[in-house]
C-alpha cells in the first residue's frame, strides 16, 4: 500500500526554500509543544542550502531542537565536502545557533570503526523525528543508499536493525570517499517525511518512482512506497 503522498508545487527555488522552512519550522514548534524537545534529520548538497538558510530565520525555541544528517562523506568538518559544514554554515546561524548538532563523522578512521559509537549516539536522540527531509540523486538514490548497492538490502531491513551503516567508496557516483548513512529503520521513524527537490527532470524521476516496483533500482522508494509516516514531495521547477 502506497501513502497518500502530496505535492506542494511552486516556480522559484526560493519561494520553494521558504515554504519548506515554514512547514518545517511548525512540525519542529509542534514536536516543542508536546515533548519539549524536537528532532529535525537533514540532508547536505547544494539543493537544501536556501532552505537552510530560511530555516534558521524561523522563530521557535531552538535551544530544544536536535538536528543530525541523513548521511555522511567520511570528510573532517572543514572539509568543502562535508556535510556537517554545510548545516553549519547554512542552518546553525542567528537564533538557531542555539539547535544542538549530532555530526555523523566522529573523526574514526572509517566508517566501519565510526559505527558502534555513533549508533550509541544517535541512539540518545528523541525519536521519532519531527521532520526528515531527504534529497534525491539524479539516479534514484537518497542519503547514501544507492542503487544495487552491496549495503542496501541492509540498510532497507524492516525491525529493529541499525540507525546507520558504512557505505562503500564505489556505490558513490562522485566525491569517492567513504560514507556513513542512515538506514530505513532511522529515515522512517518520523513524524513526517519530506522530499526536497528541483528541476523537471527531478519530478518526472519522483513519478517514475511512485510506480509499483522493487526499491533497489530506486532507493528513494523506501519514502514513496510506505505507508507509516505521511510524505511531501516539495518541488521548484
Known amino acids: 500500500m502506497l501513502p497518500s503522498i502530496h505535492f506542494h508545487h511552486v516556480e522559484s527555488a526560493e519561494v520553494l526554500a521558504q515554504d519548506l522552512a515554514e512547514f518545517v519550522a511548525q512540525r519542529l514548534r509542534e514536536g516543542l509543544a508536546t515533548r519539549g524537545q524536537a528532532l529535525l534529520v ?71 570503526a565510526a559505527q558502534v559509537a555513533v549508533e550509541g549516539a544517535l541512539a540518545s536522540l528523541p525519536w521519532p523525528a519531527d ?59 518520523t513524524r513526517q517525511l519530506v522530499v526536497h527537490i528541483t528541476g523537471a527532470s527531478k519530478l518526472a524521476l519522483v513519478e517514475q518512482a511512485m510506480q509499483e516496483g522493487p526499491v533497489a533500482p530506486w532507493p528513494i522508494r523506501l519514502a514513496l512506497h510506505q505507508s507509516r509516516v505521511p510524505c511531501e514531495v516539495f518541488h521548484a521547477a
Open 131 to 189: 521532520v526528515v527531509v531527504l534529497g534525491m540523486g539524479g539516479d534514484g538514490h537518497t542519503a547514501s543508499l544507492f542503487p544495487h548497492a552491496p549495503e542496501l538490502a541492509a540498510a532497507l531491513a524492516e525491525g529493529e536493525g541499525p540507525r546507520c551503516l558504512p557505505v562503500a567508496v564505489p556505490a558513490a557516483p562522485n566525491v569517492p570517499v567513504p560514507r556513513l548513512s542512515l538506514t530505513r529503520r532511522a529515515l522512517l521513524d
Open 42 to 112: 537533514v540532508s547536505g548538497g547544494s539543493t537544501p542550502m536556501p532552505f537552510f538558510k530560511a530555516l534558521s530565520g524561523m522563530a521557535l525555541d531552538w535551544s530544544g531542537v536536535w538536528v543530525t544528517l541523513a548521511d555522511e562523506r567520511w570528510l573532517p568538518p572543514d572539509h568543502a565536502y562535508s556535510n556537517e559544514r554545510l548545516v553549519r554554515q547554512g542552518l546553525l546561524q542567528g537564533q538557531a545557533a542555539q539547535a544542538r548538532l549530532l555530526p555523523l563523522f566522529n573523526g574514526a578512521a572509517s566508517p566501519e
